[in-house]
C-alpha cells in the first residue's frame, strides 16, 4: 500500500523529504556501516539536493545512483548525472560516492551489460533509498508507456537479471538507461515526488487502474513488498 503524503506547500514537502532522507541514511550508517540511494532527475530534486548536500553526516559512507539518465554528455544540461554532481555533491556531501549510470558507449542498448554489472558491485542491495518522479503520463524513472512493447517489455520484466534497460519514448528527443523495475524494487523505502493538481491526478489514475504497462508507475504502487511514500505538494519549493 501507498503511504500519501501530502503536503499545502513545496518547502514543507522539502523539508520533510530531507528529515525522512537524512533518518534513513543515518539509521543505514549506524545499522550496516554505509547507505545507499537512487535519486531522480527533474526540477523538484534540485533543491532537495542542495539542501541535503548541506547535512552533517558521513557521507564517506553514501554511495548515490540515479533512477534512469539520459543518453547526452555528462556536460550537457539534460543529464540527471551533472544535476547530482553540481547540486548534491557539493558542501558537507562532497565525499559521497556515485555510481553512474553512463558509459562511453554510442547507445544506451550496448552499454545495458556493463552498467548493470557496476551496479551490481558497487552498489550495496538492497538499496536503502530510492526516490522517483511520476509523469502525466504514468511514467517512472524511464519507464515509459510510449516504450516500444519490446522495450517496455525489458524494463519491466528483464529476463537475464539485468538492473537497466534502454529506453527510446516517443516523447522523449534523446535516449534514455533506466534501472529495471527489479531493480528499483530491490529496496528498502520508495518515494514518489509530484507536485501540482496535474500530477495527483494521474497518480489517482495510476492507484486506481490496473494495466501496468499503460502506466508504469502501477508496478510501484500497487505492489505490497516494498513500504511507498506518495511525496505531494500543491507547488514546487519556492529555493
Request: hydrophobic share 40%; glycine share 6%.
Amino acid at each position: 500500500m501507498t503511504n500519501e503524503r501530502t503536503f499545502k506547500s513545496g518547502d514543507e514537502m522539502l523539508a520533510a523529504m530531507v528529515k525522512e532522507t537524512i533518518d534513513r541514511l543515518e539509521f543505514a550508517i549506524a545499522t550496516r556501516g554505509h547507505a545507499s540511494m537512487a535519486v531522480a532527475g527533474g526540477r523538484f530534486p534540485k533543491p532537495l539536493f542542495q539542501t541535503l548536500s548541506q547535512a552533517r553526516l558521513d557521507w564517506s559512507k553514501v554511495i548515490v545512483t540515479l533512477g534512469d539518465d539520459r543518453w547526452v554528455g555528462l556536460d550537457d544540461d539534460q543529464s540527471n548525472e551533472k544535476l547530482v554532481r553540481d547540486n548534491l555533491f557539493i558542501n558537507e556531501a562532497q565525499n559521497a560516492r556515485f555510481v553512474s549510470l553512463k558509459t562511453s558507449d554510442s547507445s544506451p542498448e550496448d552499454a545495458v551489460g556493463t552498467v548493470s554489472a557496476r551496479l551490481r558491485i558497487e552498489m550495496h542491495w538492497p538499496l536503502d533509498i530510492v526516490f522517483l518522479g511520476m509523469g502525466d503520463d504514468g511514467h517512472t524513472a524511464s519507464l515509459f508507456p510510449s516504450s516500444t512493447p519490446e522495450a517496455l517489455d525489458k524494463g519491466l520484466y528483464p529476463k537475464h537479471g539485468e538492473l537497466v534497460a534502454a529506453a527510446r519514448p516517443t516523447v522523449s528527443p534523446v535516449p534514455r538507461i533506466s534501472m529495471t523495475l527489479p531493480a528499483i524494487l530491490n529496496a528498502r523505502y520508495i518515494g514518489i515526488h509530484i507536485t501540482g493538481q496535474s500530477k495527483w491526478s494521474t497518480y489517482e489514475a495510476a492507484k486506481n487502474g490496473t494495466e501496468i504497462e499503460e502506466m508504469p508507475v502501477r508496478a510501484i504502487l500497487q505492489q505490497n513488498d516494498v513500504p511507498v511514500d506518495l511525496w505531494w505538494s500543491a507547488e514546487n519549493p519556492k529555493g
